[in-house]
């Protein structure tokens, strides 16, 4: 491969929670044994080295002596405009953009023009906990409607139970994943069809949050919500990002696509509200090299890599660790593993699964939080090498000890 994937980076003392927040002063996961170094597992960042364009158009942007006030780049709108077009087949004008801090910042500003406070938001469970906690934040309940696991253990989406709870709860606003988080699921473009039917039908709006839509499994295709119909394309505020195709979440810096004029007016006029909703000089220019040629290589290469790297994580569950079963992701780079069988056959509990991989430096996260009563949220975006060490700990330490 042309760019770097298999480079193990030392990111402790570097400002990196995922391993910073592991046994420190300000501890979100214990410290492993002796013995057994940290393989971080949990937050959804990547453990690899940026596409090298970014930190180019940093490092340039950087040598100038000043960083005061500054408008946005023509080549900032460009670039988005672009790379829409190129991997979502998406038209895009300059006036259907708009900056956000933060793709549950942008979650929490359309649900504020949607809605009132206390007023019912649909969102599927298991749930993102980012979703969870921005809802209950700002105020609204959640109704939610499992998903659920077909004959093939293909997650998807119950619309009888949607319609039911759209109507029983009087719900004007849903949110909706894609692809799904934590799941990994990519929809067909008729589940997404019959979705926003089943939106239009009852006068739901709908933010549709994509920032996964570059990480799509080698044989899957992401479909924007908007795209699937004229009606969809109006109802729909959707949320983009470079930061998990590029891991850039650190620097901070998300973009919504609003076609309908009148949304798009009162979106803006909600998100200027507190004056923090802007652009920092360095993400722009992150960005710009992010949204590059380069980029464009990099993103097909990473594809590959997560698609190897859930395909070896699959596989070894499937054939070495008994009562622990996977619905295959077809995005994402997260696995959301159930365990349920597991725990019934040992006799464990979900809080003794969970310190017996941390004990041996598998940080993985617990997926109760994201409604997941028997479930394991686990990252993938490591190097080959990092994936194989930490099922090898899980199967001599944690499944089969």
């Not at 839509?213 to 795209?227: E, F, N, V």
Request: hydrophobic letters at 40%.
């Amino acid at each position: 491969m042309k760019y770097d994937f298999t480079s193990i980076l030392d990111r402790k003392g570097k400002d990196a929670i995922a391993v910073d927040m592991v046994g420190g002063p300000i501890s979100a996961y214990p410290a492993p044994r002796e013995g057994f170094d940290v393989i971080p597992m949990w937050v959804a960042d990547m453990n690899f080295p940026v596409v090298p364009t970014i930190q180019e158009a940093m490092i340039e942007r950087a040598k100038q002596p000043t960083f005061g006030y500054f408008m946005t780049r023509p080549e900032y709108t460009q670039a988005i405009i672009d790379w829409q077009k190129d991997h979502n087949d998406a038209v895009v004008a300059k006036e259907n953009i708009g900056y956000e801090n933060g793709v549950l910042g942008g979650v929490a500003t359309a649900l504020a023009v949607l809605c009132s406070k206390g007023d019912n938001v649909l969102v599927h469970s298991p749930t993102y906990v980012g979703f969870t906690g921005t809802l209950n934040n700002n105020g609204y309940h959640i109704i939610h409607s499992p998903l659920k696991l077909d004959e093939q253990g293909i997650w998807r989406m119950d619309f009888e139970d949607m319609e039911a709870k759209i109507v029983k709860n009087k719900i004007h606003a849903a949110i909706f994943c894609s692809p799904h988080n934590p799941t990994g699921r990519v929809w067909e473009r008729w589940e997404i069809e019959k979705a926003m039917e089943l939106y239009k039908k009852h006068d739901v709006y709908v933010i549709s949050d994509e920032i996964w839509s570059d990480i799509i499994l080698t044989g899957y295709k992401h479909i924007p919500t908007q795209s699937v119909s004229e009606d969809a394309k109006q109802r729909t505020v959707a949320m983009y990002a470079p930061s998990k195709t590029f891991n850039l979440a650190g620097l901070v810096g998300s973009y919504h696509i609003i076609y309908n004029k009148w949304l798009k007016e009162r979106c803006d006029k909600e998100s200027s509200l507190g004056h923090y909703n802007s652009m920092n000089v360095m993400s722009m220019h992150a960005l710009i090299g992010a949204y590059s040629p380069a980029g464009y290589e990099w993103v097909e290469e990473l594809r590959q890599v997560i698609t190897g790297n859930v395909d070896f994580a699959c596989d070894y569950i499937a054939k070495h660790f008994d009562g622990v079963t996977v619905s295959r992701p077809q995005g994402t780079y997260m696995l959301f593993i159930d365990c349920a069988g597991w725990l019934e056959k040992t006799g464990k509990t979900m809080d003794e699964l969970l310190k017996a991989g941390w004990d041996v430096g598998v940080v993985w996260q617990d997926g109760r939080a994201f409604h997941g009563p028997t479930h394991i949220r686990l990252n993938l975006a490591l190097p080959l090498s990092r994936v194989q060490e930490a099922f090898d700990r899980l199967d001599k330490y944690v499944f089969n000890a």
